[in-house]
């Protein structure tokens, strides 16, 4: 229906239960959401939410305060506009618990699967699936600040050239098996800022990020990175990249054999790579006044494809 500007064709602001399962069809343009909580709303059963159109801050879902879906969640999202600024979930404030599967699908322009703009907490307690197909999608999964925890799979596919498929600035915990997916090209596969802390607990995560010239794990400041043992890194450009890194990051078993690159350090890096076991090909770049530590445990074997640079190998 026709819910009007800055609002939501469900438009919480008390204290709302819904027993039933509910659909949100959305046809609104400008800075309107299928679903907005400012107050504390408790969806029972199932939550799907329809939004082919809209735009200028518009969203699927829209979390203001105290969020509760207790079962599976479908939001499905499409913007015409080539600049639009609608995302299919947002969290911008309080607690977002999502008890059982959530997956979203971005089409047409939309900027952001899921967006946590603010500060708060979000769980998800079963699988998260996010198909970005958005043509000028900004990122597929966003951390601007807060903590968000995944307890069952994550799949993250994203398609949008120059933009990463996960982005954290907070600390995002996937615990069960994360597959991230950026086929764009410059694309990033997982790109964790200054005070990003992302945590893939499971083994054998995988990253791919397979458009021209793209990386697989970018790490920017102060960015803290981890995975269980087994990660496995597809990179057409580069595996690791380090923009003004200062912290060190430690991984056991890695696979990154695809990118030319392996390690590539720019001149204001001062970070140490630490490789226990793995299988690593290509080769290691440092600019020019960089510092690129790199601990590889006897187990590692790094195929060193050409010509390297690092300030210590170990």
């Known amino acids: 229906r026709n819910a009007g500007a800055s609002t939501g064709v469900v438009n919480v602001t008390g204290n709302t239960t819904v027993n039933g399962v509910l659909t949100v069809t959305d046809t609104n343009g400008s800075n309107t959401r299928g679903i907005l909580n400012s107050g504390t709303a408790t969806f029972l059963k199932d939550v799907t939410?329809?939004?082919p159109s809209g735009q200028s801050n518009g969203a699927g879902i829209q979390n203001n305060a105290t969020l509760t879906v207790e079962g599976n969640t479908v939001?499905?999202?499409?913007?015409?506009?080539?600049?639009?600024?609608?995302?299919?979930?947002?969290?911008?404030?309080?607690?977002?618990?999502?008890?059982?599967?959530?997956?979203?699908?971005?089409q047409g322009s939309t900027r952001i699967?899921?967006?946590?703009?603010?500060?708060?907490?979000?769980?998800?307690?079963?699988n998260l699936v996010i198909d970005q197909q958005s043509?000028?999608?900004?990122?597929?999964?966003?951390?601007?600040?807060?903590?968000?925890?995944?307890?069952?799979?994550?799949?993250?596919?994203?398609?949008?050239?120059?933009?990463?498929?996960?982005?954290?600035?907070?600390?995002?915990?996937?615990?069960?098996l994360a597959t991230i997916t950026?086929?764009?090209?410059?694309?990033?596969?997982?790109?964790?800022?200054?005070?990003?802390?992302?945590?893939?607990n499971a083994a054998s995560n995988f990253v791919n990020a397979t458009g021209a010239t793209a990386t697989g794990v970018q790490m920017i400041g102060n960015a803290a990175f981890s995975a269980g043992s087994g990660l496995t890194?597809?990179?057409?450009?580069?595996?690791?990249?380090?923009?003004?890194?200062?912290?060190?990051?430690?991984?056991?078993?890695?696979?990154?054999?695809?990118?030319?690159?392996?390690?590539?350090?720019?001149?204001?890096t001062n970070?140490?790579?630490?490789?226990?076991?793995?299988?690593?090909?290509?080769?290691?770049?440092?600019?020019?006044?960089?510092?690129?530590?790199?601990?590889?445990?006897?187990?590692?074997?790094?195929?060193?494809?050409?010509?390297s640079g690092f300030a210590l190998l170990t």
């Open 233 to 268: 890194v597809n990179a057409s450009g580069r595996s690791f990249s380090y923009v003004g890194a200062l912290g060190s990051v430690t991984l056991d078993a890695v696979t990154a054999i695809a990118a030319p690159v392996v390690w590539q350090a720019d001149a204001s």
């Open 135 to 176: 043509t000028v999608a900004q990122r597929g999964l966003a951390q601007d600040v807060g903590t968000m925890t995944v307890t069952g799979t994550t799949t993250v596919t994203m398609l949008s050239a120059n933009a990463p498929a996960v982005y954290g600035n907070g600390t995002l915990t996937l615990d069960g």
């Open 113 to 126: 699967g899921f967006y946590q703009a603010g500060a708060g907490t979000v769980t998800i307690g079963g």
């Open 49 to 51: 939410v329809n939004k």
């Open 75 to 106: 939001v499905t999202t499409s913007s015409p506009n080539a600049v639009a600024t609608l995302d299919g979930v947002r969290h911008n404030a309080g607690t977002s618990s999502y008890k059982k599967n959530l997956s979203i699908t971005s």
């Open 271 to 307: 970070s140490t790579y630490t490789g226990t076991g793995g299988h690593y090909k290509g080769s290691s770049q440092l600019a020019g006044g960089g510092q690129l530590t790199l601990n590889l445990g006897s187990g590692a074997l790094w195929e060193a494809s050409a010509a």
């Open 182 to 200: 950026e086929s764009g090209a410059n694309g990033i596969g997982v790109q964790v800022n200054s005070a990003g802390n992302v945590k893939l």
